[in-house]
Structures are given as structure tokens and as C-alpha cells.
């Protein structure tokens, strides 16, 4: 079971993605090429299911794409036109098979599959009715929710019953749905969480980014718009608007770190604001140094932007493993000590001497930057200055992202003189709020209707959290250990 990830434990992660298509010969093939492109979202678990015109087939699986969807005989199980697929990164909570999307179900009106990115910040207490009502939940996902909305609805159509079930969540979702009838896209109304259509020949796609277009060959058409469902039968796309109309407020965060560089959010290359953002840093906080040093990978982009705006020379003076597992770390505070250099060494003879500007994208406990700082040092960096390519993450995410309960994120405890301090940075500095948004092409944050989401930077959260109002944070932090998305 390949379970490596090439991310820090300190960063805060997206927890999955999802790829459908219909239409298409060997759809499952397709799928595992596009969860591939997307593994970066989720790395804990994938599953994939197909429909070849009477029965659906599904396998899900603990660990990457590789591994598990790279076999003969699973993929021979996979057959049909259509499939849908879901690589997932856990919580802290359980890590089961039972909670690997996508969740399939029988209804009434025939099988259901669904494979979902975000969260339902009313799950908890829908669960409650549910079940008093008599529904049985056969796993801790909040995504089941929706399915047993779906199956208990009151109206005769798959359609009527799947808007009647989305009218009654909260929070952010981008789903893909397989059934019989056909497959079936829907972003939340806000558009928290992203998801784009793309076409492979006659075949329709839906994906969380363009990447996955590109991996498989497949031509990008547009973003699913924050509130639209579509639906794809029979070789056609339809819309549906089952919404009222907002303002969109999609994740910020998707720009600073969750989507791949190469991606395209909403009509905006994620590469290019990254750039943007360094600048922005570099105009806000200069800095009299040497060279400017990405911490790798998530730190490239702006550091690049970094150097090109300030005239300081960009050199790559941390070279990072893509061979080391979680599992090769054995326990013991010396051993885990050691594990930073085996994920990351400092450049020991372009450092020296040098004072170095260190560019992440964020800082969330602040155990990695106390490292990475100490590496430069012991490098014989004359002096480190850390500048991050983000406002401070202050506030825990609900929509879908593994944040820290508050109390364990560093600038929601410290000065950012602290923290420079705690990270013993000669120096640390964060990217504005403002310098953010004009990073993305705005003027400024329009404070009185801002347009992303950026609750993590500003507490401002676009919903309702009905789960955390009504149960505190204790037990809405125990049902985001429980649940998958």
C-alpha cells in the first residue's frame, strides 16, 4: 500500500479530488489517469466507479492511484462507458475502507454513486433527523448525508430528489454523481470548492482542475459555475440553475497552495498569481539579503516572483527528496528530528556566508519553518529572513481542508515578532490581505462582501456553520476528525 506523501505534516492539505467521464470507451482507464493528476489533493485512499449500462462496479482502495489502479484484473472489473472517481486525504480520525469514495447506494430510483470534495457544515445535525427517521449510515462521512437526503426525499425524479437533498446542506461541495440516468456536476452556491468541463473527443469530463485535462488529453471548456448542476446523458451537457443566485465567494487557498501550478482556477493560472504573489511580497517586505530560496516545492512559484520583483538572485538552496514516505520515519523525538534533512538538505556550499530570504506559502503549526530555518544555519547562512506567501492562517477551514483546531495554529497564538522569534528567523514577514487580492487581479478585499473565501485568513466564513453553533468547537472538531471528503 503506497502511501507516500510529498507533503511537510505542516502544511494544511485539500482532502481530495474527484474526475468523472461519460461517454467514453474504457472510462475507468481514463479515471485512473485523471485521479493520477490529482493526487496531489488526496493520498490516503482512491476509488473508482463504473456503470456499464446495467450494473455498476466499483473498488476502492487504501493508498495512491499507483498501486491499486495500475492492475489488470481491477481494471477488467471497471467496465462501461461512464465511471466517476475519488482520491481522498484523511483527518485525524478514522481511516477506513468504509469511508473510501466513491459512497454508492441503491435507491429507489436506481444506483447511486458520489464522489464529493469540500464539507457539509450541517451534517451533524442532519445525521440526527436522519437516523431518527430510521436511515442507517453505514460509514462517518458526511457525504453519506447527502445520499440518504436523496433516498428520502419526497419527489419522484433522481433530479427534483438530488436538488431537494442540496437545498437542505450547508457548507462547500464540488460532486460528480453516476447514475443510470447519466452523470451528474453541481458546485455549491458560493463555489467554495472548484470543478471544471472538459471534453475527450465525444466524451464529457468533470474534474477538480484543468491538470487532469491535460494528463489525459482532454480540452478544457469552462469552470462549473458556483451554483449551476450539470448533467450529461446521452452525449450532451445540460444546465441547470436549482439555486438562488450570491456572490461567489470561491477558496482563496486553491491559489496559494491546494491546486497544481499548471492548473487553471476559474479562468486564472494558478502559476501566474503565484509569480504575482511574490512580487507583491517583495514590494510589501524587502528585505537587503543575497538570495532568494524557495522552501520546495509549494515555495517555487512566488519565489521566483520574489526574486524578479526585488533584483535578489533566485538559487535553489534546499534540494528536497520525492522518495521519502511518512512510514520510513520511526518514532523518537531524535529520529523524527533527522527526518527533515531526509525530506530536505540545505546547499551547503552556495549558502554559506550568504543571507538568505526563505519564501514559503505558509505557516501553520511552525515546526517545519523552525527547521528549515535551523538547516540554514547550520549551513552557515549569515542571516535567514522567512517571508510568507500568505496573510497568517489564524483560523480554522470548514469547508473541506484539514486545518488544526485554532489552538495549534502559531499566528492565531503569536505576534508575527513571536513568531519570527519561535522559528529564530532574523526576521518574518507575511503577505497582506490586500496584497492577496491584488495578487488575483482586485483593487483591494472588498471588506463588506469579500470576494473569495478567506475565513482562514480573516475569520470571515461565507455560511452558516450550523454544527459548530450548535455543538462548540470540541464536537464540531470531532466530526471533521470523523468524516471524508
Do not use: W
Not at 506559502?361 to 519553518?369: E, H
Amino acid at each position: 500500500m503506497l502511501t507516500t506523501h510529498p507533503f511537510d505534516d505542516d502544511k494544511l492539505r485539500e482532502e481530495c479530488g474527484v474526475f468523472g467521464i461519460n461517454g467514453a470507451d474504457s472510462a475507468a482507464a481514463v479515471v485512473a489517469l485523471g485521479l493520477h493528476a490529482l493526487q496531489h489533493r488526496g493520498q490516503e485512499a482512491a476509488g473508482i466507479t463504473a456503470f456499464d449500462g446495467k450494473d455498476f462496479h466499483t473498488h476502492r482502495a487504501m493508498g495512491h492511484v499507483a498501486g491499486n489502479f495500475d492492475r489488470d484484473d481491477i481494471m477488467r472489473q471497471l467496465q462501461g462507458p461512464s465511471a466517476i472517481g475519488h482520491v481522498r486525504y484523511s483527518t485525524t480520525g478514522e481511516t477506513a475502507l468504509r469511508n473510501v469514495q466513491p459512497l454508492f447506494a441503491d435507491l429507489a430510483t436506481g444506483g447511486f454513486a458520489v464522489a464529493h470534495n469540500g464539507n457539509i457544515s450541517n451534517a451533524a445535525a442532519l445525521r440526527k433527523v436522519l437516523v431518527r427517521r430510521g436511515s442507517i449510515f453505514q460509514s462517518t462521512s458526511d457525504t453519506e448525508v447527502i445520499i440518504h437526503l436523496v433516498a428520502t426525499s419526497n419527489y419522484r425524479s433522481l433530479l427534483d430528489r438530488f436538488i431537494d437533498a442540496l437545498k437542505q446542506v450547508e457548507g462547500a461541495y464540488s460532486l460528480i454523481c453516476l447514475t443510470a440516468e447519466g452523470m451528474i456536476g453541481c458546485r455549491d452556491p458560493l463555489g467554495i470548492r472548484p470543478l471544471v468541463i472538459g471534453k475527450l473527443g465525444d466524451a464529457h469530463i468533470l474534474a477538480s482542475e484543468t491538470v487532469a485535462l491535460d494528463v489525459v488529453g482532454a480540452e478544457f471548456v469552462r469552470s462549473v459555475e458556483p451554483g449551476e448542476l450539470v448533467i450529461v446523458r446521452d452525449g450532451q451537457l445540460t444546465s441547470h440553475r436549482p439555486f438562488a443566485e450570491q456572490s461567489a465567494r470561491p477558496c482563496i487557498f486553491e491559489y496559494v497552495y491546494f491546486s497544481r501550478p499548471d492548473s487553471i482556477v476559474d479562468g486564472t493560472s494558478v502559476y501566474s498569481v503565484r509569480k504575482a504573489i511574490g512580487a507583491e511580497l517583495a514590494r510589501e517586505n524587502p528585505v537587503d539579503a543575497d538570495l532568494v530560496i524557495p522552501v520546495p516545492d509549494s515555495g517555487t512559484p512566488a519565489a521566483i516572483g520574489y526574486a524578479q520583483e526585488s533584483g535578489i538572485p533566485f538559487e535553489l538552496g534546499i534540494i528536497r527528496s520525492h522518495y521519502v514516505g511518512r512510514t520510513f520515519i520511526q518514532p523518537g523525538d531524535k529520529v523524527r528530528h533527522l527526518g527533515v534533512k531526509l525530506k530536505h538538505n540545505a546547499n551547503r556550499a552556495l549558502i554559506a556566508g550568504k543571507r538568505i530570504v526563505l519564501i514559503d506559502d505558509s505557516i501553520v503549526r511552525g515546526t517545519t519553518s523552525l527547521k528549515i530555518v535551523q538547516m540554514m544555519r547550520d549551513a552557515g547562512a549569515a542571516e535567514v529572513h522567512m517571508r510568507i506567501a500568505s496573510p497568517p492562517t489564524q483560523h480554522s477551514c470548514f469547508y473541506g481542508v484539514d486545518t488544526p483546531e485554532r489552538a495549534k495554529l502559531l499566528a492565531a497564538q503569536m505576534t508575527v515578532g513571536q513568531m519570527a522569534n519561535f522559528i529564530n528567523a532574523d526576521s518574518l514577514a507575511f503577505l497582506t490581505i490586500d496584497g492577496l487580492y491584488r495578487a488575483l487581479g482586485e483593487a483591494d478585499r472588498k471588506h463588506d462582501a469579500p470576494q473569495y473565501c478567506d475565513a482562514c485568513f480573516t475569520g470571515d466564513y461565507p455560511t452558516t456553520l450550523t454544527d459548530f453553533d450548535e455543538h462548540g468547537l470540541e464536537d464540531q472538531f470531532s466530526l471533521l476528525a470523523e468524516r471524508v471528503v
